[in-house]
């Protein structure tokens, strides 16, 4: 079939830059925007050369003409119940009405398949959308990147810029973390989209590092050897999340409340890629940890 890509999501950060990719490799590209998207973001997907519609995702029959000659739908929506099960369901059934043979989920997380349920709120609702997925008659592939590469700058206790410190849990000093760039998991999913023989899962990252390695790169590109820091035990740190998001109620109608970024990082420690997709395209330029912090 003729590529034609879809993306859902093209107003996001990773929405835009998979839009990117793909044109950049002259593959036509349909971005759904809905009304009230941001003009400027939709003018910058009209100057990339992507077909923007407008598009209801609760509009079932919008939604299968937007889907009509579709090759593979790209879902980089960003949200909660509503969103990552309400609308992403709507988009997969019009995808499904339309004939499309392709569907890439808005997963681009740690491996959540090896996550329990209750670790991670917002890999639950991924693992939720993933049963109906499941049961869809399409091709599935969810792409894992790990942890978006920029956070390394964002002071996290991972990497605390102003303490100086790295947090590690267990005796997981050694232990490999993965981090992608956004760029990168735009590129590797625009070529994942390209390819009718992706497998159901593909694991990137633009690098793996370890709080071992984060002392040794502190020392090298931050002018200051940074402290490691045992956070105790991973079975408090999951104790200590679960209480976190009993206390905190609100952050259920939240995106990234403190206490998802908090089971984020205990996704971190829990689950890494042990073996990466990264060879499968060619001309994909990783970017190295150094160019992240
Ligand atoms: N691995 C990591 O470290 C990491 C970090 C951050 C994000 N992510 C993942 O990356 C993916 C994309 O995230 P992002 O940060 O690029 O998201 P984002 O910038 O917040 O963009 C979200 C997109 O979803 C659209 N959207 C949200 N609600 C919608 C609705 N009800 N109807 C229609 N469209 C709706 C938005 O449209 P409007 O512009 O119209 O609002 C926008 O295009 C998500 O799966 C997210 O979980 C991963």
Redo the contacts with the bound molecule.
Sequence with gaps: MKNLILVA???????YKICRELTKLNVPVRAI??E???PE?IQALEQLGADVFRVD?SNEQELIGACNGVSCVVS????LH??IVG?QTNLLSAAVAAGVPRFIP????TDFTKMPVGANR?FDLRKEFEEILYRAPIKATSIF????AH?LRYNIPLFNTNEKTIAYYDDKTDWKIDFTTMDDTAAFTARAAMDDATPRYLRVASFQVSPNDLVRLSEEHKGAKFQLVHMGSMENFSAYNKAQRAENPEGENQLYPKWQQAQYLYSMFLVHHPALDNDRYEGINWLPVEHNI
Excluded at 9 to 15: D, P, Q, R, V
Excluded at 106 to 109: I, W
């Design positions: 999501g093209a107003t996001g950060n990773l929405g925007v809905r009230g998207s941001d973001k995702l980089a929506l960003a949200g509503e969103v609308m808005s997963d681009f997380s917002n990147n790990g942890a978006f956070i």
